[in-house]
């Protein structure tokens, strides 16, 4: 979307009348993953908006997804996500309220930290949160069962497997693909193993869903003044099993948190259920599921769809070093979960 268009579109959203769209000031942000965000001032208010990623390849309809789960979470009252201001579904283009805030570094995550997650979590699994949100969509690659979640990683490294031989760098990742496709078959016999001794048969089914904001961790967290830490980006949002929650919140490679807080989080954060010790037991067993499946996410860049998003959200970057340096992430995470 052009710019003249893009200010069209939010002084719409926003109540200015046609041909004030010069009352805006719209300032990108720092290039996201797949989406385009933006800062926009309209006199003395301030706003987020997101421009999404759309492509008939990738059928999630992003927009809807963070529209609706941050309408259930401001209904529910919770006060730590931005509050949905408008939306705009033919033009892919969501605003929020503007959270000032700072993005966080790994040094300072600590068990503080770490309980506002869960606090969250268990914000949005109150039985007034699920009222609202019985209409949200299930989250991305949501899972119910073992066997959903073998599934999901079978089919991460079976797309890897394609990477092209077109160059070096291609080569050595799909090398590597294939030392990541025999560690998965160590972890599913390891899962396996725990699953029968707590009594869970791969292809049952989980009754208690949560609501997930997914892809959750403190990538997408930002440290306010007043308000403590805020959640951000919930595109991918909706109901899904409390282990992938867990499993993806320990595991995403961005801002890492350290795996001596996973009994602490997973004993809060399932204590909305009538059965939390199942659940954290279950979170307990599935982990490596996770750990594997974000080896798969960091080697994306090497997959056509997943880098024409990343192009869409941000126009300038270079490819070959980025490939280079996921592919250096993926292999030092599987060295990091081995031992």
Same mark, same amino acid.
């Given at each position: 979307m052009q710019p003249e268009a893009l200010n069209a579109a939010l002084a719409a959203l926003l109540g200015l009348r046609p041909g004030e769209s010069d009352r805006l000031t719209v300032v990108p942000f720092a290039a996201s993953g797949n989406n385009r965000v933006f800062a926009v001032t309209a006199g003395e208010r301030r706003y987020a908006a997101k421009v999404y990623f759309r492509?008939?390849?990738?059928t999630r309809d992003r927009l809807k997804s963070e529209y609706a789960f941050l309408s259930c979470a401001v209904r529910a009252g919770i006060q730590c996500v931005p509050k949905p201001v408008a939306c705009d579904s033919l033009n892919g283009i969501g605003v929020y309220e503007y959270i000032d805030g700072r993005k966080l570094e790994a040094t $300072? @995550?600590?068990a503080g930290c770490v309980d506002q997650a869960a606090r969250f979590i268990l914000q949005l699994n109150h039985e007034s949160a699920h009222a609202a949100g019985r209409d949200l969509p299930n989250a991305s690659e949501a899972c119910f069962s073992i066997n959903e979640h073998f599934a999901m990683v079978d089919g991460r490294i079976a797309r890897l497997a394609g990477i092209g031989t077109a160059d070096a760098l291609d080569r050595e990742a799909r090398e590597f693909v294939k030392t990541l496709a025999a560690g998965w078959q160590q972890a599913k016999a390891q899962i396996l193993r725990g699953a029968q001794a707590a009594g869970i048969k791969p292809d049952e089914t989980l #009754? $208690? =869903? !949560?609501i997930s904001p997914s892809d959750f961790g403190f990538h997408n967290a930002l440290a306010t003044r007043d308000r403590? @830490? !805020?959640f951000i980006d919930f595109e991918y949002a909706g109901w899904d099993d409390p282990a992938? %929650? &867990?499993g993806d919140f320990f595991s995403h490679p961005a801002v890492t948190v350290d795996a001596a807080h996973f009994d602490r989080f997973v004993e809060t954060a399932m204590t909305y259920s009538a059965n939390p #010790? &199942? %659940? &954290?037991a279950r979170a307990r067993i599935l982990l490596p599921v996770f750990q594997i499946k974000w080896c798969c996410i960091i080697l994306n860049e090497f997959l056509p769809d997943s880098a024409q998003r990343r192009r869409f959200a941000d126009p300038t970057r270079d490819v070959v070093t980025r490939? =280079? $340096?996921? %592919? #250096?992430? &993926?292999v030092s995470l599987f060295e990091r979960i081995k031992h």
């Open positions: 492509h008939p390849a990738d $300072e @995550i600590d #009754a $208690e =869903r !949560c403590g @830490i !805020c992938k %929650l &867990a #010790a &199942a %659940l &954290a490939k =280079r $340096e996921q %592919l #250096a992430k &993926a």
